[in-house]
Structure formats: structure tokens, C-alpha cells
């Protein structure tokens, strides 16, 4: 039988934004078609960081104060987590996780420091842009849907980015783009969580996710996904049309 491993990285720190329903939604999905899927979390109070047999890494969302405690642990790791994503594992980052993938993160009177995993870097700005917000990718056919609340401006130079702004800010409000696609990363300002309400995103992630782990993998079977489709398409028409 195919497994995937997911690791969850503080969750007890960064946990503002639904996270642990994105990782059951990862986890259910691959449950529902026989793929067995183990969950285990990295807090601040663990030691022997070790993601060799990992595949899948989620990193959620947090405040400035809990984004900095865990910069500093992460940076530990740096290297270890920069050859994960160069090697092809799946990392999954939201909002606060999403910058510190960066070179910096700086803010009014200080400046975090990144993991430079992405070649991004992100700047506070003067207001928080807060909504819900709808991007249209070109790498599935769903418009991919979810809430935005930062303060932070990214900005991303040549890496492309994870969808077009139908509605709502993005990563800095002027761009028309939100978030980041590299290599096998999802990097976001997108929760609510995201994504059980955008299946067509979770089930790219575990694609990539399977196909690196078992080069013969020949796709994931389909699921009903009427509730999940249904309550994306109330979105996106709510605010699109």
C-alpha cells in the first residue's frame, strides 16, 4: 500500500488560520482512496528535527510574535529544509509561512529573517488587506478561493506565482498575482482553511506529493467532490459575478 507523510511544523505556534483542517483535509483525501496517510506534528518543545522520510511539509499562519520565535528555530534547519524543497518534497506554507520562505520579512522597526527557500522577501505595509479573495491558476481547472488578512507586501521577482486576482488584494495588492509555485511548494496568503474548499488544489499537492515518492504512480482516482465544488462555485460567484 502507498503512504504519504505529512509533518505539521509548530503547529502549537503557528495555528491562527484553520491549519489543522488543511492537513485533515490532505490526510482524508488520501484515506478516502486507500492511500494511507500518517500525521505528525514538530513543536517547539521537540528535538531531533529530521524530515528524511517525510513528503509532504505544512507550515500555517501566526502573528509577527510567533513568526519570529519559529524563524529562529527554523533557521536551525535551514539547510536540511532547503534541500528537502531542491530534492522535490511538498511543502505547503500559508500566510505567516508563506514569508518566512523569504530572504526577510521586515518590519517597522525590525527585520525577520528568512529561510530563502523562495527568492522573495516581504515588507509591512500601512494597512492590512483583509478580504475574501478568488485567483484563477493555470495548472488546474478550479478557481482557487479563501481569505486574506496580512499586513505584509510580497513581492516575488520572476517566480511565478499561484494564481491571477479575480478578486481581492494578492500579495501586494498592485501585483494581480498571489502566492508562489516552486518546484513542488504551495506558498500562500489563502486560509479560511483552504483547502477543503478547493480540492482540485489539495489533490495537486498530493500528486506531486505521490509522484515523487513512487515514480510509477499513474494518478489519483477520482472522488464525489459535489460538496467541495459546490461551496467553491458559492464563492467564486458570490464575488466574481
Not at 95 to 112: A, P, R, S, V
Not at 172 to 191: F, P, Q
Not at 196 to 212: E, G, Q
Request: with cysteine.
Amino acid at each position: 500500500m502507498m503512504k504519504i507523510k505529512i509533518m505539521h511544523l509548530y503547529p502549537d505556534l503557528l495555528n491562527l488560520y484553520g491549519d489543522r483542517g488543511n492537513i485533515e483535509c490532505l490526510k482524508r483525501r488520501l484515506l478516502w482512496r486507500g492511500i494511507e496517510a500518517e500525521v505528525v506534528s514538530y513543536t517547539c518543545d521537540d528535538t531531533g528535527f529530521d524530515i528524511s522520510d517525510i513528503d509532504i511539509v505544512f507550515l500555517g499562519g501566526g502573528s509577527d510574535r510567533e513568526q519570529k520565535i519559529v524563524c529562529s528555530r527554523l533557521l536551525e534547519h535551514k539547510q536540511e529544509l532547503h534541500a528537502f524543497v531542491e530534492n522535490g518534497g511538498s511543502l505547503v506554507a500559508v500566510c505567516g509561512g508563506y514569508q518566512l520562505l523569504g530572504k526577510y520579512y521586515k518590519l517597522e522597526d525590525e527585520t525577520i529573517q528568512g529561510l530563502e527557500i523562495l527568492d522573495i522577501y516581504t515588507e509591512q505595509g500601512k494597512k492590512r488587506l483583509i478580504g475574501n479573495i478568488v485567483l484563477e491558476a493555470d495548472f488546474i481547472d478550479q478557481k482557487i478561493v479563501g481569505f486574506e488578512n496580512h499586513g505584509g507586501r510580497t513581492y516575488i521577482g520572476s517566480h511565478k506565482p499561484l494564481g491571477r486576482v479575480v478578486y481581492g488584494y494578492g500579495n501586494e495588492e498592485n501585483s494581480g498575482v498571489e502566492g508562489v509555485v516552486y518546484k513542488n511548494v504551495v506558498a500562500t496568503y489563502l486560509h479560511g482553511p483552504l483547502l477543503p474548499k478547493n480540492p482540485k488544489l489539495c489533490d495537486y499537492i498530493l500528486r506531486n506529493a505521490l509522484k515523487h515518492k513512487y515514480p510509477g504512480f499513474e494518478g489519483l482516482s477520482e472522488l464525489d467532490d459535489k460538496l467541495e465544488n459546490t461551496a467553491n462555485e458559492y464563492i467564486v460567484k458570490r464575488f466574481t459575478e
